[in-house]
């Protein structure tokens, strides 16, 4: 993906040969750990060349021989984390940090060289105009909209019970707190990903409620999705971050194999603040995403007081907070 968007950027970029470490498979494991020893000369060429001042990595297989070539050649580093936990790249190199950028607190990483930033946000984020969003949508201005999203490849699990719970059972009543609810109550913006994409689409043709759910494949950015929704069903990877900078409230089924279970601890942390709904991916339904939504929806005090959650959340300055310590690595 680099190699494509960092030259769109209109920034250069160094390739390296490297891959992530196959734990499961202990001859792809060492064939990796081989390309990484040979990536850490690599990357160490690229430094003198480039006549680098600092390198920030930010996690993944990439950063593990750029960080190391950094500490060989007496770069200063400075790490950012992500996720919930340290990955395994960053583990390694912690102790050679001038800073590591941490998203969340973690446990046992309190005091130097550990800095809770937050995870920077694209600033569509922040700059996305509600009423121009939902125009573009096709979204009433007085309607309330349910954002559906599961990252770039779509969650499957969240697609097909999102699609059968509120587009094709949109006369399903649910008690909510100001009275019943039902799908056909508001519009669903559901943002599937290329896999699924073919197959919601040919059962949302036949379904009767098809006014007031508008299917897309793909989003650049969630700046507008996000403006236009007031409540949010996906997984809880870094897009939470998005999330609460938008100060929506989230149903969040975390993806149950996502490394050391970190979306669990990212849902939980927008739970414990009051700004999300949570359950597991092995008890999603349509019924019971169905029921979590309008509890939700029809509760309309609730959904203020997650809205104000969220956004005491977010961390908007997380960016700037970065590049600081990156600029005061490099001097």
């Keep these: 993906m680099e190699a494509e968007l960092v030259p769109k950027g209109g920034y250069e970029i160094d390739l390296v040969k490297v891959r992530g470490i196959d734990r499961r498979n202990p001859l792809k494991a060492a064939r990796a750990g081989f390309e990484a020893l040979g990536a850490v000369g690599a990357a160490r060429k690229v430094l003198r060349r480039r006549g680098a001042d600092v390198v920030l990595g930010g996690g ?12 060989l050649t007496g770069t200063p580093l400075v790490l950012s984390e992500a996720d919930s936990h340290l990955g395994l790249a960053n583990r390694l190199l912690a102790r050679r940090a001038r800073r590591v950028c941490l998203a969340f607190p973690i446990a046992g990483r309190e ?19 509600r009423e121009a969003a939902r125009r573009r949508f096709g979204i009433a201005p007085e309607a309330r909209c349910l954002l559906v999203f599961g990252g770039s490849q779509g969650a499957r699990s969240i697609n097909l ?51 007031r759910y508008t299917l897309l494949d793909y989003e650049p950015d969630l700046g507008d999705s996000l403006a236009a929704a007031d409540l949010v069903v996906a997984r809880s990877g870094g897009s939470i971050f998005e999330v609460v900078a938008a100060g929506r409230p989230a149903v969040l089924i975390p993806y149950p194999f996502a490394t050391a279970d970190h979306q669990s601890a990212n849902a939980e942390w927008m739970r414990a603040a ?28 609730r959904l203020q007081a997650m809205a104000a959650a969220a956004r005491g959340l977010a961390r908007p300055d997380a960016a700037r907070r970065i590049a600081n310590e990156v600029l005061e690595a490099a001097r």
């Design 111 to 129: 005091g130097e060289p550990y800095l809770v930033t937050g995870r920077p946000v694209p600033k569509a984020v922040f700059e996305a105009d």
């Design 161 to 211: 019970a999102a699609i059968e719970a509120f587009a094709e059972e949109p006369d399903a009543v649910v008690p909510g707190m100001r009275g019943e609810v039902r799908p056909r109550d508001f519009h669903v913006l559901h943002i599937a990903g290329t896999r699924d994409f073919a197959e919601l689409q040919t059962r949302l043709a036949a379904a009767p409620h098809a006014d």
């Design 274 to 301: 009051g700004a999300a709904s949570v359950f597991a991916d092995s008890e999603l339904s349509a019924e019971r995403l169905r029921a979590e939504v309008a509890a939700v929806l029809g509760d309309p005090a």
């Design 60 to 71: 993944g297989y990439v950063a593990g021989p750029a960080g190391l070539a950094a500490t």
